[in-house]
Structures are given as C-alpha cells and as structure tokens.
C-alpha cells in the first residue's frame, strides 16, 4: 500500500522537533549538530532571534495579498538586493527551480524581442543540478532525474563539466544563454576555478551570450563572499538564488541586469505566492545579518579554519576521506567507502552531514556557527572516521 507521503525520498529514521543555533534536538532528545543546516538553507542555524522576530512581527500584521498589490516588503528586499550585487532588477519565486524557469524564460525572451528568435539553446553541464521542475530537470539532464518523465523540454546542450573545447565549438547562432553553478553542489562541491569562470565571461561577451549562473546552493554568503562570481569579480546576466534566502523559509529571487531583463514586461511572467509579504520580512533580515560590518569576514575566518582541521582529518584518515574541496562554508569530503556510510557513521555520532554525487558528504553549516562547534564538527568526525576504520579492517 502506499504510504501516505508520496514515497519519493529515502529519509533517514530521524524525525527533529526543534533546533537551536547549529543544533537539532531529536524527538528522543538526543542533540545532532548539524552541518548540513537544511541542505544550505537554514543559513544563520535555525531560531535566529532576528529571523524569528522579523516572522512573527510580520506573522500578525500580513501574510498575503497577491502580486495585484504593491507589497512593500518586497520592495525593501528588492532594493536590498540590487544595492547589494550587479542587479538592475529582481522577480521573486518561492524556490530554486521556480528561479530556474524564469532565468530560462527570460534569457529567451530576451532574444526574442531584439529580434533573433532562433536564439533559444541553453547550454548546461554534466554533473549540474537545476530543480526538478520540467525546465530544471531537462537543463541538468541527468539519466536518474529525466528517466520516464519525457519528453522533455526542448534546447538544452548539455557538455563535459571542464571540457573548453566542447564549449567553444558548442556556441553559435542558436545559442541563446550559458547555465552554470559557480560551484556545483549535488554535483559533489566541485568549484569552478575562478579563471575558467572569467573565460566564460569574456567568451560570452565575445558571442553575446547571456551568462546564467545558479547560486542557489553557493549563493547568500556560503562561500564567504555575499555570491559565489565575486571571488572571480566577474558579474552574471542572470542569476538564480533561493535556499539560503529564506533562512529556512521558502523563498528564492531571480537577478539580472535592466539589459537581460528587458523582455519581462507586464503579463509575461508572475508568481501568486513569490514575494509575498512574510517570506520578503525574514529575507530583508536575512541580508540586515549577511551584509552588517565584518559578517562575511568572520565567515571565511570561519571556512579557513574548518577548511584546515578537515585538511588534518584527510591526512589522519586516508583510508576514509581521499580529499577536501569546494569553497568557504560550502565543502565537501571525497570518500573512499559509499558517501552514504560515512553520513550513516556521523549519524552515530550525532552529526548532520548531506551526501553529494562524486561519492561526495558535504558540510554546508549555518554560517554563524561557532569556532567551539566547528571543533566539535571535526571531533565528531574523527569518532565517525575511526569507527568505518575499525569495520574494515
Ligand atoms: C537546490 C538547488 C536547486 C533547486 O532548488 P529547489 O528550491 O529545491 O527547487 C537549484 N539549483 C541548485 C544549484 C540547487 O542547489
């Protein structure tokens, strides 16, 4: 019989009732420090005092009135958002792959209304994740997440992950837009160097492509700076950005340039819920943390030394972890047995870890989380590391 939720997740027998900072508390009481922090979600941990505040305040004066209205609260996020990155303007969606199909849209529409409808394609990449909506799961087009859901939804080109030469030759006059994560997440926390992700600036500004780029995973402050490109000081067109947004509440935006956005005019796309007055409230005090005096500082302080201690764990247990990568709060360890044990192993030590593909855990934690708890993180770690050591050998 079938179960009463739609049986489409392998969920771990964990149920959590409450979390406090980088903690969860488990209906039998037990205490998870959690380094996954909702799959990079719950950006400032869970019960951020200002987050609640800004929820319930906003909780008993509106929730909704529908984008028929001028809703000021988005207003304020907007401007935010705009004062705070490349962006001209700013459309609000309620998740990462709802920001998927209008970046897509609107990279077509763009070409449309300047006159070259033929440039429709989006190029994409092998190991990429997009959503699972009909757009995002054709744009990243892998066999595990398109199989029996066809057909699919026409102009993407997908190509090698790395592979310049493909893309070069892959660009021409049916090409309308680049989709690319500066750092992949599900894909398994493989960033795209900083040169590479300048090279495909100038190789679209060359051929007028428009450059897409999804932060939802990287985005908000993971990687250290307020979004990914930064790192390379190159700007998108387009970007696509959720998870971290909401702190937990669902929430996602898409950013683009006035030029790139120019086909978006009123009646060409709209969202019922997207911006509405609750979900922008704890947005707006989201970025009021994100972007206060020395936040981001204290976040890569934060990542480089977590970055060292698992440096230090790879090198005590090279029969576990092969490697560290990926950037800021937003790493992953490359496992030597099935990803899936070792996150079974940190469960047995009360630590929340996400596995990735690439036989990826990733350690996405809150980004205020404290030097004390990174320790702990890395302990924790250590215990679960020596136990797989013991089972096999
Ligand atoms: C999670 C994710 C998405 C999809 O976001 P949803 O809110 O689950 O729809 C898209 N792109 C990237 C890079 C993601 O990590």
Redesign the pocket.
């Known amino acids: 019989m079938i179960p009463s939720i739609l049986p489409t997740y392998n969920r771990a027998a964990l149920q959590f009732v409450k979390g406090e900072g980088s903690w969860l508390i488990e209906a039998d009481g037990r205490r998870f420090l959690d380094m996954g922090a909702g799959?990079a979600v719950n950006a400032l941990g869970h019960a951020h005092p200002a987050l609640v505040a800004a929820l319930t305040e906003q909780a008993g004066k509106l929730w909704h009135v529908s984008n028929l209205y001028r809703i000021p609260e988005q207003q304020d996020l907007a401007d935010r958002l705009v004062a705070a990155t490349f962006a001209d303007t700013v459309f609000f969606t309620n998740?990462?792959?709802?920001s998927?199909e209008l970046a897509v849209k609107m990279a077509r529409k763009y070409w449309y209304d300047i006159g070259q409808p033929d440039r429709t394609d989006i190029i994409t990449f092998n190991g990429s994740?997009?959503?699972?909506s009909s757009a995002?799961i054709a744009a990243a087009g892998s066999e595990k997440m398109v199989k029996g859901f066809g057909p699919l939804l026409p102009g993407f080109v997908h190509l090698d992950w790395g592979d310049h030469d493909a893309l070069h030759a892959a660009i021409n006059d049916r090409t309308a837009a680049i989709l690319i994560?500066p750092v992949q997440?599900?894909g398994g926390i493989r960033p795209l160097p900083d040169h590479c992700l300048k090279g495909l600036r100038a190789l679209c500004d060359e051929t007028g492509t428009l450059l897409i780029l999804?932060e939802?995973?990287c985005g908000m402050g993971r990687t250290g700076r307020l979004f990914a490109h930064e790192w390379a000081g190159v700007d998108p067109d387009i970007m696509?950005v959720?998870?971290g947004i909401g702190g937990g509440f669902p929430l996602?935006a898409v950013l683009a340039t006035e030029n790139a956005a120019s086909g978006m005019t009123a009646g060409t796309h709209g969202s019922t819920y997207g911006g509405n007055p609750l979900a922008c409230a704890v947005g707006s005090a989201v970025m009021e943390v994100l972007t206060a005096p020395g936040f981001l500082d204290d976040v890569r302080a934060r990542a480089g030394d977590l970055r060292q201690k698992l440096e230090g764990l790879v090198a005590a247990h090279p029969d576990v972890f092969i490697g560290v990568r990926g950037s800021g709060l937003m790493l992953g360890l490359v496992c030597k047995p099935s990803n899936l044990d070792v996150v079974a192993a940190c469960y047995a030590e009360q630590l929340i870890t996400v596995p990735a593909g690439d036989n990826v855990i990733r350690l996405l934690p809150p980004l205020n989380i404290s030097d004390r708890d990174i320790a702990e993180a890395v302990n924790r770690l250590d215990r679960a590391a020596t136990t797989l050591e013991a089972k096999s050998s």
């Open positions: 799959i998740s990462g792959t709802e998927c994740f997009h959503g699972r995002g994560e997440g599900e999804d939802v995973q696509m959720a998870k996602g």
